[in-house]
């Protein structure tokens, strides 16, 4: 299931950058069209609030970027947690049921015709089910897809927004990208992926380096193709998800451990995992012993008995 998480969000980030190349049309002169879905519904509405922004309070486009980033981020963070807790009840269960997954895999293994494959594999969904855990370990992109609209108005806001385009941060050309902002978005996210292995299980260890190091790649490639403005997003953003990820992994992942552990306590998983009928070890035949020795033993016993008797 890990492997399947991990290509879900390299797909969805991928997609990200696929909607982004084609969502909103340019003339020959790089001006937009103005007429299109996506700019109507998401750049004109996100151009005037950071605006309005910039007008009412004397801020800067690139704290106002800041601003609305945090905005974004304390929205969706409740949510964010709450699915991290369910993922982490969903791991800690299926620690639980480990022994008879593994117990069914080797059964679908060592299976020789496709009744035994499919049998093994019903019994394998059955543990899942009576137990009550998630196949697909609690995952949820809810969090990921929120952001996207942001992220895809925020690009294009960056990109045609008069005000972006002639705006600086610290320095920073908010129009074009910025090498300084690509090096600290990743490392943020290798910050945020370092945190979330703490508290973690070796064997999940293992699997999660791969996300670890993918993960902030993909933010990097996007960041080093996208205007500063939005390498400014993913900056505040990543900072966040540290925040976000020390809350549920550090401060909340050794209560939640402890909870199932007392809950796995009153009501052990159930068993539904047949065992493998074992086929019995060859008897190993009893050595017989010869009667000549068996004779002699039994005359030795009496002559000494008649020397004692003597």
Same mark, same amino acid.
């Given at each position: ?23 909103? !049309? ?12 996506? #700019? !109507? ?32 981020? $304390? ?40 009744? +035994?494959?499919?049998?093994?594999? !019903? +019994?394998?969904?059955?543990? #899942? ?26 690009? #294009? ?36 992926? #370092? ?21 902030? $790649? ?43 552990? +007392? ?11 047949? +065992? ?35």
């Amino acid at each position: 299931m890990t492997k399947f998480k991990n290509w879900l969000l390299g797909s969805g980030l991928l997609g990200i950058l696929v909607l982004l190349s084609g969502c909103v !049309r340019s003339d020959k002169n790089g001006n937009p069209d103005t007429s299109g879905m996506v #700019y !109507r519904m998401l750049v004109v509405p996100l151009e005037n609030f950071l605006n309005w922004m910039v007008q009412n309070f004397n801020w800067s486009y690139g704290l106002a970027i800041i601003v609305l980033t945090i905005i974004v981020r $304390l929205i969706i963070m409740p949510l964010g947690i709450n699915q991290s807790k369910k993922s982490m009840i969903q791991s800690e269960k299926m620690q639980s049921i480990k022994p008879q997954i593994d117990a069914a895999q080797a059964k679908v293994k060592a299976a020789t015709t496709q009744e +035994e494959q499919m049998e093994a594999q !019903r +019994e394998m969904q059955a543990v #899942y089910k009576e137990n009550n855990v998630s196949m697909m370990g609690g995952m949820g992109c809810l969090p990921l897809l929120i952001q996207m609209p942001i992220f895809s108005a925020l690009y #294009y806001t960056a990109r045609f927004s008069e005000g972006i385009q002639h705006s600086t941060f610290l320095g920073i050309d908010l129009a074009k990208p910025s090498y300084l902002l690509v090096v600290v978005v990743g490392v943020a996210y290798l910050l945020q992926g #370092y945190i979330s292995l703490i508290g973690v299980p070796e064997e999940q260890k293992k699997t999660m380096r791969s996300m670890m190091i993918a993960s902030p $790649l993909m933010i990097v490639f996007m960041s080093f193709t996208s205007p500063a403005g939005v390498a400014l997003y993913w900056v505040v953003g990543g900072i966040f998800s540290c925040i976000q990820t020390f809350i549920t992994n550090v401060l909340m992942r050794p209560r939640i451990k402890a909870q199932i552990q +007392e809950d796995l306590k009153q009501n052990p998983p159930k068993q539904v995992v047949k +065992e493998p009928i074992k086929k019995a070890e060859p008897v190993q035949p009893k050595q017989v012993s010869q009667p000549k020795n068996k004779n002699k033993n039994a005359a030795g016993g009496r002559n000494a008995g008649k020397q004692q008797r003597k």
